[in-house]
């Protein structure tokens, strides 16, 4: 079983960029391809991005393409999520996941197996 816990989450302008990190614990993070997800209030949660095992694939939702790049450190089991040009409506939480069993990286939040708590995004206008 692996923990994830995420940080670099805050209060940015529009416009603005962030650099979120996922720290893996408990397992070595290149069992598992990892996702990003995000959670503004009264929406369901949505998918934001995804990474291989090994780095080499990524996939990304259209409303953040081009403008979020996801990452992977697998020596220091540390995933990132690096934003730019910020949008109010990137609001949300951003939660990270791991998923052990697909061979590909999926979008979709039940086949993920371990979350985080998540990280605050606030994009001001």
């Known amino acids: 079983q692996v923990q994830l816990v995420e940080s670099g989450g805050g209060l940015v302008q529009a416009g603005g960029s962030l650099r979120l990190s996922c720290a893996a614990s408990g397992r070595t993070l290149s069992t598992y391809n990892m996702g990003w997800f995000r959670q503004a209030p009264g929406k369901e949660r949505e998918f934001v991005a995804a990474i291989s095992r090994s780095g080499g694939s990524t996939t990304y939702a259209d409303s953040v393409k081009g403008r979020f790049t996801i990452s992977r450190d697998n020596a220091k089991n540390t995933v990132h999520l690096r934003m730019i040009t910020l949008k109010p409506e990137d609001t949300a939480v951003y939660y990270c996941?791991?998923?052990?069993?697909?061979?590909?990286?999926?979008?979709?939040?039940?086949?993920?197996?371990?979350w985080g708590q998540g990280t605050q995004v606030t994009v001001s206008s």
């Open positions: 996941a791991a998923e052990v069993t697909r061979w590909v990286v999926t979008a979709r939040a039940d086949e993920y197996d371990y």
